[in-house]
């Protein structure tokens, strides 16, 4: 059939009918050109397998797809992939240029093709492409021109035609249509007639069959139009849609819902209908595909649209709650402003105003209609406003009312930002308008606005919120502003001066939300207090926004607040227990940066400015729309010079559990690893982000990222275990997904190798124990020499040593005589030194005394000289006790104690040995030896003893005689040589050392 298809595609290009309305809303088109995928321009077939992967029949082999990464797989003999199915038992089956096979994964998950051709009878192995795939009950039918094999227990049977032209599956079996018998149904192993040929019109040449019900199938011809098959029966859809589709050559088709058929055609692209034959959509390149030729078409699992080209593959996310609404032709104008009027959707662009007529719809991106510009609204258009059930403009040049498609002049004296009723009853008698220089106010009469001069200059009034008969204006970069409105006289407050205190003096937006005034700035939101007359954090709002920096309010019917941060559309959704943001990701930086402009009509219907055209949202939907999330692992390389591929994705067939089985090993050389993974959510792949956890080797989960790869270089040997999740912005998160490996040690580290180490250990244990033995006894041998000559030795060095003893002692002892005389040398040297220094000492204290002697007896002399001469009793009597005290002897007897204290210590215990020797000895004898001892003078003595000369000649006559001295020795001497001999002989101390 496709065969034939491909004859007929010059006649593609006939002149057209009028192209029909299509819905003002359009799902999002992702264009896959071959630059993405990096393979053949053409794609024939389309499949998912169970886990949500894609798989494209290409002209250069077969195309997988996971959202994020494309895969060719070429076949062996690099021929054309046409057709591609996914068996009951989980393999994929390829149909190609003389070629029938399926992949399977390989031991490491790669997909590998295997080739069914050898099961073919001989006769039979030579065919043309292979234009179809069908699996019905274990079956597989692979359809050329001219043979149906069918692959059943590995086992083919070929059914020999002279052309079949289709081949297609319905409820109760196969179904093909040969070029003789008609269409005929594959039942109780052979097939059977289900329409004869003649039943058919001329050229019927069935391209698709849909199922709507058991018993009823939908079948499209290439130039037929649209048939309906009941209990044997051909009935032919009739509708001036069909009649017009019919001509655009319908190449394919598949079932979206119960209420949805899309149609691949030759030269329109893909039409949408109901089962009525009636058109929903359509989409040809006009609409973004890139090109009209849809060879291929296929609803996958989340109901969004999957079409091969002639040139490229494209995305419909048909199922989607965010449609595009394109109001010119060349989808090149930015929205700023939309609103319901009257039932016709009005869209302010930066080329103009443009409208459509609604219709009764829940969801209206469906409406079907043409937006036509608005007379007089060409230009750049900023607001649209009602005000008292008048439609107004905000224009570049000026305000208008809209009435129908004519756009009026209200005021040219400048542009206009935004309209709003000063009173909230309605209608208001005053209309405040934002301007370029300022606020204008309008009254109401007699159903017109009309301008009486009133008017506030000072700032662009793009930001304004109206509030109690307040006229609030901020300017982003210079304030906010109160204009109060008393007598048709306008005063404004600049409240600048307060930004000191809190607000920030950039990004200052003002909006009325919740019943508050309310000011976003880069600090965070403010309030507006009126017992403060000032603008204060607002504690309700952070709650909700945190520290996020918000540049846009908007408040919907159900008390949701749209907002936007960071060029990023979110809201905080009230219809919960508390409050919950959520994010919009599929619009981020596609908003018209410092122009947002949100317009909630309902759940059902939000409206947002687009840099092109307009978003329309399904806010319902949005949040219903809860499509499973599965995460996959795609691939799993070893990193190195050369990248070695170690896990393909796959752990068993495409369509089966992907369930691991066996944990694989990885060299040591190869513990550098590199993943690649994804989650094939087609429509939301811009929502979705991953974590990652290494187990035994990572500490925790990773954060949250878009990221799709991850690399860890040279992990040590152990057991490891992959974990992968994904989650979406509404927070719903998959299923996690683990792979485990092994490293193994390293070549040195392994069992073989410590068995190596024992054995070498073992015989290196062995090789020492022998030379250890031969050393010993080498040593053992010398050891015994050596002994001898030793013992030798030894005795010589004792007869050596026993003499060298005796010298060393003889030395020691000279040396120890040698030293005991410097030590009594050094002694005496000492003792003589401080006997000199004591009678030194002694001598001195000795002339004290006797200085202090002469001095008394001076003055006993002077004194009795005084007395002799004196007649006055008293100063005799005084005299006397004068002469009386200095001859007292008990100073002196004093003195001399410590005398002979002193005296010992010098002279070596001399009073004591001499009493012990001469114990008759008086107390002034003893005193008169020591003078002596101290060898002084007569006149000396004298002094110091208190008496004559001749005395001290008496008393030392007597002292020679008690001691027996003779004449002719020396008292000097004697005492010296006294005190010598004392020095050395013990003396036996005296019952009393005091003298």
Not at 60 to 87: C, M, Q
Not at 324 to 331: A, Q
């Amino acid at each position: 059939m496709r065969f034939s298809i491909a004859l007929l595609l010059l006649n593609c290009w006939l002149l057209q009918p009028l192209r029909s309305q299509n819905t003002i809303g359009l799902p999002e088109i992702l264009n896959y050109s071959k630059l993405s995928y990096r393979a053949g321009t053409q794609n024939w077939d389309i499949c998912q397998d169970k886990s949500g992967l894609l798989y494209f029949a290409n002209n250069e082999g077969l195309l997988s797809f996971d959202g994020t990464y494309w895969k060719n797989h070429p076949l062996p003999n690099k021929t054309i992939v046409r057709s591609i199915a996914i068996g009951t038992d989980g393999r994929l089956y390829v149909g190609a240029q003389d070629e029938i096979g399926y992949f399977s994964p390989s031991p490491t998950g790669i997909l590998t093709y295997h080739s069914v051709k050898d099961m073919i009878p001989p006769q039979h192995r030579s065919f043309t492409d292979v234009w179809d795939i069908v699996c019905f009950e274990g079956k597989v039918f692979f359809r050329s021109n001219d043979r149906i094999f069918m692959l059943a227990d590995n086992h083919i049977t070929v059914y020999p035609s002279n052309t079949w032209l289709f081949l297609g599956v319905g409820p109760q079996g196969p179904i093909a249509q040969d070029v003789i018998k008609g269409v005929m149904l594959f039942r109780q192993g052979s097939w059977q007639s289900l329409i004869p040929r003649e039943n058919m019109p001329p050229g019927f040449l069935i391209t698709a069959v849909v199922a709507l019900h058991p018993d009823t199938l939908l079948l499209t011809t290439l130039k037929h139009g649209i048939f309906r098959m009941s209990h044997g029966k051909l009935e032919k859809m009739q509708t001036p849609a069909l009649s017009q589709i019919a001509d655009y050559h319908i190449y394919g088709a598949t079932l979206i819902d119960k209420n949805s058929i899309a149609l691949a055609t030759t030269t329109r692209g893909c039409v949408i209908i109901d089962p009525q034959g009636q058109t929903i959509q359509q989409f040809s390149r006009q609409e973004g595909l890139q090109n009209n030729n849809v060879l291929a078409i296929y609803a996958d699992k989340h109901k969004n649209l999957w079409l091969g080209l002639d040139n490229g593959i494209d995305f419909i996310a048909y199922n989607s709650a965010i449609k595009n609404i394109f109001p010119d032709k060349s989808n090149e104008s930015a929205g700023y402003s939309a609103i319901i009027h009257q039932a016709h959707l009005y869209l302010a662009t930066t080329n103009g105003l443009y409208s459509v007529p609604l219709e009764e719809r829940q969801d209206l991106s469906f409406v079907k209609g043409n937006f036509q510009q608005v007379t007089n609204g060409r230009g750049q258009a900023w607001n649209l406003s009602t005000v008292n059930g008048q439609l107004l403009m905000g224009h570049h040049e000026g305000a208008y009312v809209i009435n129908g498609d004519q756009a009026k002049p209200l005021d040219n004296s400048g542009g206009f930002w935004t309209f709003q009723p000063l009173n909230s009853v309605s209608p208001s008698d005053l209309m405040v308008a934002g301007t370029y220089q300022g606020i204008r106010f309008f009254t109401y009469k007699n159903g017109k606005f009309v301008h009486d001069g009133a008017q506030a200059t000072f700032e662009s009034s793009r930001f304004v919120a109206v509030d109690h008969q307040d006229v609030w204006v901020s300017h982003p970069y210079k304030g906010v502003y109160r204009v109060k409105y008393n007598d048709g006289k306008p005063t404004v407050q600049s409240y600048a001066e307060k930004f000191r205190h809190g607000l920030s003096s950039n990004g200052n937006y003002i909006f009325r939300i919740r019943n508050r005034i309310v000011v976003t700035t880069e600090n965070g939101i403010y309030e507006y207090d009126a017992a403060t007359d000032s603008f204060l954090p607002s504690a309700y709002f952070r709650q909700i926004f945190g520290d996020l920096i918000i540049r846009y309010l908007r408040e919907d019917m159900q008390g949701n607040v749209w907002f936007v941060y960071d060029k990023s559309l979110g809201v905080a959704d009230f219809s919960g227990a508390k409050p919950r943001i959520i994010y919009i990701p599929e619009l981020n930086r596609k908003l018209v940066s410092g122009f947002e402009q949100v317009y909630p009509v309902d759940e059902h219907n939000i409206f947002v400015g687009a840099e092109k055209g307009y978003f329309h949202i399904n806010y319902a939907k949005y949040k219903q729309h809860h499509p499973v999330l599965q995460v996959h692992l795609r691939e799993v390389k070893a990193l190195g010079k050369t990248d070695t591929l170690l896990f393909g994705g796959y752990f068993r067939d495409v369509s089966q559990d992907q369930t691991q089985q066996q944990t694989p090993s990885i060299n040591y050389n190869s513990n550098s690893l590199h993943f690649t993974f994804s989650a094939p959510l087609y429509e939301q792949q811009t929502n979705i982000e991953y974590s990652y956890y290494l187990k035994g080797y990572d500490k925790k989960w990773s954060e949250w990222s878009e990221k799709t790869e991850k690399e860890y270089a040279y992990l040590p040997p152990g057991t490891y275990n992959f974990q992968l999740r994904a989650r979406n912005n509404l927070g719903n998160e998959s299923v996690v997904y683990s792979y485990c490996f092994y490293v193994l040690p390293p070549w040195y580290r392994s069992w073989w190798a410590y068995t190596l180490y024992g054995c070498l250990v073992l015989m290196g244990a062995y090789l020492v124990y022998r030379w250890q033995k031969r050393k010993f006894q080498r040593q053992r041998t010398q050891y015994e020499t050596e002994q001898r000559r030793l013992r030798y030795l030894h005795e010589l060095e004792v007869a050596q040593y026993e003499e060298e003893q005796k010298r060393q002692q003889y030395l020691h002892q000279l040396e120890l005589e040698k030293n005991e005389k410097e030590i009594i040398r050094l002694k005496n040297e000492k003792l003589e030194a401080e006997i000199a220094f004591q009678n030194k000492e002694m001598a001195s204290t000795t002339m004290h005394l006797v200085k202090k002697g002469e001095l008394l007896t001076k003055m006993k002399d002077e004194l009795q000289k005084v007395t002799r001469s004196t007649d006055d009793e008293k100063s005799l009597d005084v005299f006397r006790r004068m002469i009386k005290t200095l001859g007292n002897e008990d100073k002196m007897d004093k003195d001399w104690e410590h005398f002979t204290i002193h005296f010992d210590k010098v002279h070596n215990d001399f009073f004591i040995a001499l009493k012990a020797k001469h114990p008759n000895l008086t107390a002034n004898e003893l005193k008169l030896c020591a003078y002596l001892r101290m060898n002084l003078s007569t006149k000396e003595i004298a002094q110091l003893m208190n008496i004559s000369g001749r005395g001290v000649e008496i008393s030392r006559y007597r002292l020679r005689k008690k001691l027996q001295i003779p004449t002719e020795t020396n008292l000097f001497t004697y005492f010296l040589d006294f005190h010598s001999n004392t020095k050395d002989s013990p003396v036996a101390p005296a019952p009393d050392s005091r003298v």
